[in-house]
């Protein structure tokens, strides 16, 4: 009764095996599905409560002190200032980021109520107690990094980045500032400093390095919380500066390709550039130009994806 059935049952057997073995060979050619490259710009503010300072010389005991550029000079203590972020991510581990923050103050302060001197290209400005002095203190930050997710979950990544900060500084004062220049036409001045108005402009770029980690986790559907913590400290021929870059955040979508962000960030930067003269052929340390800012508050901004 079932011999008939058995040359079918030959012949089906096989065909099913090279069909089964044909689907596997396919489903082994299948590559796994990638995510495909992200472009997101992220344009906000924060609320910044910041403290800078600049080291300058007393002129009576020749000592060095901190110049509170907020304390002493007036500048606003708190402020809304801008920020702009780009990233782009590529082959599912990879990203590069683009980000700048800017801080610019003038103020007039009546009556200066400390003497204080700062060389500033091999120039000695000497500002006297009393005086109305106006200061300006511009800084714009730009950074420039590459982070590397080295863990991937279903909802986590975490990752390392190396980047570049630079620093662009501008100081000026403008009142009745002392001159005097060593080893110049002004050098008989300088026990009797000369009274002029003028404005003391100084501009630095400062680039500074950075490494960190940094932290992505989707804890409900379209909310996801983002946290990154860079340093680097380096000293170089006259240039000794450090970083500290710390943030937290919650970022909830709102629509396809659009999300809204609030968090905190901890930023410090800290420069020292070594003024030198040269005297009978040799460099004489006389003072140092030292600029410290920080910053600690929240932020808020709105973020696209595509």
């Known amino acids: 009764m079932f011999k008939p059935l058995i040359p079918c049952v030959l012949l089906i057997l096989p065909s099913s095996v090279w069909a089964s073995a044909d689907n596997s060979a396919e489903l082994a050619q299948v590559e796994p599905v990638k995510a495909p490259d992200q472009y ?4 906000g503010g924060f609320y910044a409560n910041s403290d800078s300072y600049m080291v300058v010389t007393n002129p009576k005991n020749g000592g060095n002190f901190p110049l509170d550029f907020e304390t002493d000079l007036n500048l606003k203590e708190k402020q809304f200032l801008p920020f702009f972020e780009f990233t782009y991510s590529f082959n599912q581990k990879h990203n590069i980021y683009v980000d700048w923050k800017s801080l610019h103050r003038t103020a007039q302060s009546p009556s200066i109520e400390k003497d204080f001197q700062v060389t500033i290209d091999d120039t000695v400005y000497d500002v006297e107690a009393g005086i109305s002095l106006r200061t300006t203190l511009d800084l714009d930050i730009l950074r420039l990094g590459y982070g590397y997710d080295f863990l991937q979950g279903s909802n986590y990544i975490v990752g390392a980045s190396i ?11 403008e009142g009745n500032i002392g001159i005097c220049v060593p080893n110049s036409d002004l050098a008989k001045y300088c026990d009797e400093v000369i009274t002029t108005p003028s404005v003391v402009d100084n501009n630095v770029t400062a680039p500074l390095p950075d490494i960190g980690l940094y932290a992505i986790y989707e804890f409900s559907p379209g909310w996801v919380f983002r946290a990154h ?18 943030r937290a955040i919650i970022e909830a979508k709102i629509s396809d390709g659009w999300s809204l962000t609030a968090g905190f960030n901890y930023y410090e930067v800290d420069v020292d550039y070594e003024q030198t003269l040269s005297v009978l052929e040799q460099d004489v340390r006389i003072a140092d130009y030292n600029i410290n800012y920080s910053f600690t508050g929240p932020m808020i901004s709105v973020q696209y994806t595509f």
């Open 163 to 173: 980047g570049l900060h630079t620093m662009f500084v501008k100081t000026a004062f």
């Open 229 to 246: 913590a860079q340093y680097f400290a380096l000293k170089y021929n006259k240039v000794d500066g450090s970083l500290i870059d710390v």
């Open 40 to 43: 997101t710009f992220n344009i």
